[in-house]
């Protein structure tokens, strides 16, 4: 009986320290991921800022349009 409940002590220690030690390594994944996370790099911030000027030309050949024909306007857009 009581070399069953040593058995049972000692699995529970070695299930409690592979715990322990998942849960950090959880917790470091987590920390690297959120850092990646947290501040876009360089490439990322240059499309983001991409695609806003994107947008920005297309609302304001949207709008252009929805105005009439306006010679100046169709340079500024056509440059």
């Known amino acids: 009986m009581i ?4 058995s ?5 220690k070695e299930s409690s320290i592979k715990l ?3 849960t950090l390594y959880q917790i470091q994944m987590s920390t690297k991921l959120a850092q990646s996370v947290g501040k876009p790099n360089e ?11 994107e947008k920005q030309l297309q609302d304001a050949k949207a ?7 306006d ?6 857009i056509a440059r």
Not at 8 to 12: G, L, Y
Not at 43 to 53: I, L, Q
């Open 63 to 69: 709008l252009a349009k929805a105005q009439g024909h």
């Open 8 to 12: 049972a002590e000692m699995t529970w």
């Open 43 to 53: 490439a990322v911030s240059a499309y983001r800022r991409f695609k806003d000027y």
């Open 20 to 22: 322990l030690t998942h």
């Open 71 to 76: 010679e100046h306007i169709a340079e500024m």
């Open 3 to 6: 070399t069953k409940l040593e």
